[in-house]
């Protein structure tokens, strides 16, 4: 490899293991169970999911005690209630905790309303 562009979502989820590679796996077949459609790349680093002609939905990147979820400061405060109390949140960030399940349907949901928002534009 040339240079970190060509790194790939494989190439990402190969340097980590355990729970985290886990967790980052599920991730990536939910989005692309919800959205076959969209782009995966790597895009700032991390595993990144584009719409044609919109731009990202959804991207995610493992942190050292979590697992950043970063659907955009629209779709936070559109499910802070359902987020609030389980989820550390912050603008367009939401962090998901090593030690619980995958919150699936929750990722499906959110896919959902950025595909929506994007639609409406």
Avoid: C
């Avoid at 989820?87 to 399940?101: E, N, V």
């Amino acid at each position: 490899m040339t240079g970190a562009q060509e790194k790939t979502v494989d190439d990402y989820l190969l340097d980590y293991e355990g729970t985290k590679a886990e967790l980052m796996r599920g991730i990536r077949r939910t989005v692309l169970d919800a959205a076959p459609h969209l782009e995966e790349r790597i895009a700032w680093g991390m595993p990144s999911y584009k719409l044609s002609g919109y731009g990202y939905i959804i991207q995610f990147a493992a942190a050292k005690n979590h697992i950043g979820l970063f659907p955009g400061p629209a779709a936070v405060a559109a499910f802070e209630e359902e987020l609030k109390g389980e989820y550390a949140m912050s603008k367009g960030t939401i962090r998901l905790q090593l030690d619980k399940p995958l919150p699936g349907g929750l990722i499906r949901r959110i896919v959902a309303y950025n595909l929506r928002l994007a639609a409406e534009e």
